[in-house]
């Protein structure tokens, strides 16, 4: 899981893709609920880019569904090749980085709830990288999918580079851009870690150790 392409590729220059969709498994491995719309009234989604998918994906469904996650499931967002397969993306020529699908119940789970999840387990101020990944499709990104989670992502931005500068890190460099297409990734990579496909596999990603200081649960009514 090592693309070394550390500039985005243009659309001119993006791999053509395909129109046939990634199937898609029925079901979540471990929460047991839909991986692909519809999903349950009421509910909202969330998307993000913090390098490795894998472990990505683990950090949010281990929230647990008592908390409001209904279902997570990994992709490719932010780029421009249609459906594109994961060697495609590895060659850096699609545009996109590797992201997680988060739908959740916002009566039980804020956005910023998972925006905190989201600053605090990755390490955002590496550009084109997350720690030895290298490449566009390892890139930290939210994408947005109203003005107010932009306006959230913004602020929530504001606030955790306030607590990184202080704890001597740089400028955080995720991007924040409106919500695209979401391409779901082949069915071996959906809940990748999980006990029934990789117990024991490994997926390098990790957080700064600072805490970002936005976020609080909230329980259904």
């Not at 993006?14 to 046939?20: H, N, Q």
């Not at 913004?154 to 991007?175: K, N, P």
């Amino acid at each position: 899981m090592f693309g070394k392409q550390m500039t985005m590729v243009t659309p001119e220059q993006a791999l053509p893709g395909r129109d046939t969709p990634m199937p898609v498994p029925e079901r979540h491995e471990v929460l047991g609920t839909p991986l692909a719309p519809p999903y349950p009234e009421g509910s909202e989604i969330a998307e993000f880019g913090m390098g490795c998918f894998w472990g990505v994906e683990r950090t949010f469904w281990e929230i647990g569904a008592e908390s409001g996650i209904i279902t997570t499931a990994v992709g490719y967002a932010g780029g421009y090749t249609p459906n594109p397969t994961y060697e495609e993306v590895c060659t850096g020529r699609t545009g996109h980085t590797e992201a997680v699908r988060v739908v959740f119940d916002p009566r039980a789970i804020s956005y910023s709830d998972l925006l905190k999840a989201f600053w605090e387990n990755h390490e955002p101020t590496q550009g084109m990288r997350q720690g030895n990944d290298l490449g566009t499709q390892y890139r930290s990104a939210v994408f947005y999918r109203d003005e107010a989670q932009k306006a959230a992502a913004e602020s929530s931005r504001e606030a955790f580079q306030r607590v990184l500068t202080d704890a001597g890190y740089g400028a955080i460099t995720t991007e924040i851009a409106p919500a695209g297409p979401f391409y779901f990734a082949e069915d071996y990579h959906q809940q990748y870690l999980s006990e029934a496909k990789n117990p024991n596999g490994y997926c390098g990603v990790a957080g700064t150790g600072a805490t970002c200081p936005i976020g609080v649960a909230r329980t259904a009514e």
